[in-house]
């Protein structure tokens, strides 16, 4: 009986571990076109693009914008600060100030969306062992927002 309350006691603390997975890491984005990590940036949570499956500007984005250059690294074309559309989306600082409120739940985070050039506000929330990052960008109300989930790099 002393082993049975021993072992349930040692599975509540691991299944409370597992959930208390970190935020910190890699993350696949969605669509696995990028991959951000994010970081610990003081108290908060932050993220940079470190990798895209499409780096450069291949010709159907030529077609489509009359500012990409064909093989030229992808620069934010869509922000709406003009002195910001030069600079290269890989390595742009794309997540701010995300806070931990309780495990596994993340708020008051900024996120910049380079496909729109649109800057929303963000919540996370960590699912399926640490392994899924729900993304909520939103405007106002984080009920009328849009859910994203990334996974995390093995």
């Keep these: 009986m002393k082993k049975f309350l021993a072992l349930l006691l040692l ?3 691991i299944s409370n571990a597992a959930l208390a997975a970190d935020i910190e890491g ?3 984005t969605e669509n696995q076109a990028a991959q951000v990590k994010v970081y610990q940036c003081e108290d908060r949570f932050c993220g940079e693009i470190v990798w895209l499956e499409e780096p450069t500007w291949d010709q159907d984005d030529v ?4 500012d990409a250059v064909l093989g030229a ?5 869509k922000n709406d600060v003009e002195s910001l559309r030069s600079r290269p ?3 742009m600082h794309m997540l701010n100030g995300l806070k931990k ?3 596994n739940q993340y708020e008051d985070g900024k996120i910049y969306d380079a496909e729109s050039g649109n800057t929303y506000s963000c919540e996370a929330k960590l699912a399926d062992a640490g392994d899924k990052l729900e993304m ?3 405007i106002g109300v984080s009920w009328f927002g849009r859910t994203t ?3 995390r790099v093995q």
């Design 149 to 151: 989930t990334w996974t």
């Design 63 to 66: 077609d489509n914008n009359k």
């Design 73 to 77: 690294p992808k620069i934010d074309l």
């Design 26 to 28: 890699l993350w696949f």
């Design 89 to 91: 989306i890989l390595g």
């Design 101 to 103: 409120v309780e495990n």
């Design 136 to 138: 909520t960008g939103y």
């Design 11 to 13: 599975s509540g603390f």
